[in-house]
């Protein structure tokens, strides 16, 4: 008997998530930023003819299984990397081909009752990027290398677990299951650490990854009161936060509702940390609803972007929805 399973990277560039020299072109409008993939992929090869995401890394896998044992597995899987399109003055425009890099498949982990694949895909946007970088040959005229490191477990009774184990730290990378359901996401991208080194020896084709801090992906809920809130009327404010940063403190009062566009955040409640949450979290309902006052802290545990909106933007049923769900998750994501 033959199982089959797989887990997807899809990497794409998030608004107000990119600083330093990385931004320059999207400050022109040179590049554009991307809008976020669907919740669920069917076909990733449409996504990629429609260049909906930057680059993709799908690990498809299969084992065969005797008598409860396995008796043979393998790789099926493969990478995709979109063009790069550059605005030029009076019009004119340049379209710049990648340059994908080998994959690099462990060799199959038979272990009882399962077999783990690991699979790292990635390359070099085409668009030649001259920057200063960290040691020799402190310039680079290509662009900085992007990679995601996937893993995933298949075991003879059917069920499998996919997890991403490494990546660049930018772009935002999310990771959809063997039924295409987006499942988690990569939380703290950092593009000025990205740009300046993220080539040759500083890329798993030179012997170095980066273990990526992934979080859970928010709910369905969240994910439209996040489009509300960016894309509702007004335009949110955006703010930096800092590792260790406050962004609303336990009984101060509060009319603001929260985005988490990037990095991990904490929640306090009378000084413990009951829970942490990714980007597209939405924070901050139960002091709209619950008379004005914040019912937790929370801070930032590495750097963040946030984006707030005020109440009377966001749909009051949604937010008592919100509210509610929260709870039953036994979250306390709500300050």
């Known amino acids: 008997m ?27 409008r040179a590049m554009h930023f991307d809008p976020p993939p669907p919740d669920h992929i069917d076909d990733i090869a449409a996504l990629y003819a429609g260049e909906r995401f930057r680059f993709a890394n799908v690990l498809a896998a299969w084992i065969d299984v005797e008598g409860g044992r396995v008796v043979d597995s393998g790789y099926s899987g493969r990478s995709y990397i979109s063009r790069t399109h550059v605005t ?49 040959p402190h310039v680079q005229w290509m662009a900085p290398t992007v990679w995601t490191t996937l893993s995933l477990t298949v075991r ?9 184990i490494g990546s660049s730290t930018f772009p935002r990378h999310w990771i959809y299951d063997a039924h295409g359901d987006l499942m988690s996401k990569s939380a703290a991208t950092d593009s000025i650490e990205w740009f300046h080194s993220a080539f040759g020896p500083h890329t798993p084709w030179g012997g170095e990854n980066s273990e990526p801090l992934v979080t859970a992906a928010e709910t369905a809920l969240e994910r439209e009161l996040a489009s509300a809130i960016m894309r509702g009327g007004a335009r949110p404010t955006i703010e930096r936060l800092t590792k260790g940063q406050t962004l609303v403190e336990q009984g101060t009062p509060g009319a603001e509702i929260y985005l988490l566009l990037d990095g991990v955040m904490g929640v306090f409640v009378n000084g413990e940390q009951l829970a942490e949450v990714g980007p597209g979290a939405v924070m901050g309902e139960r002091a709209l609803l619950e008379g004005g006052h914040r019912t937790a802290t929370l801070r930032a545990r590495t750097h963040c972007v946030v984006a707030s909106a005020r109440a009377n933007q966001i749909d009051t049923d949604a937010l008592r929805q919100l509210a509610r769900q929260h709870r039953r998750e036994g979250s306390a994501a709500n300050a």
């Open 2 to 28: 033959r199982i089959e399973s797989a887990v997807t990277a899809v990497s794409w560039i998030p608004s107000d998530i990119v600083a330093g020299y990385a931004k320059l072109p999207f400050s022109v």
């Open 88 to 136: 030029l003055p009076l019009g004119l425009g340049i379209v710049f081909q990648p340059a994908g890099f080998p994959e690099l498949r462990g060799a199959p982990q038979v272990r009882d009752g399962e077999v783990r694949f690991v699979q790292t895909n990635g390359g070099r946007p085409g668009m030649p990027v001259p920057r200063p970088v960290t040691g020799s």
């Open 156 to 164: 003879t009774d059917g069920s499998s677990h996919g997890e991403l």
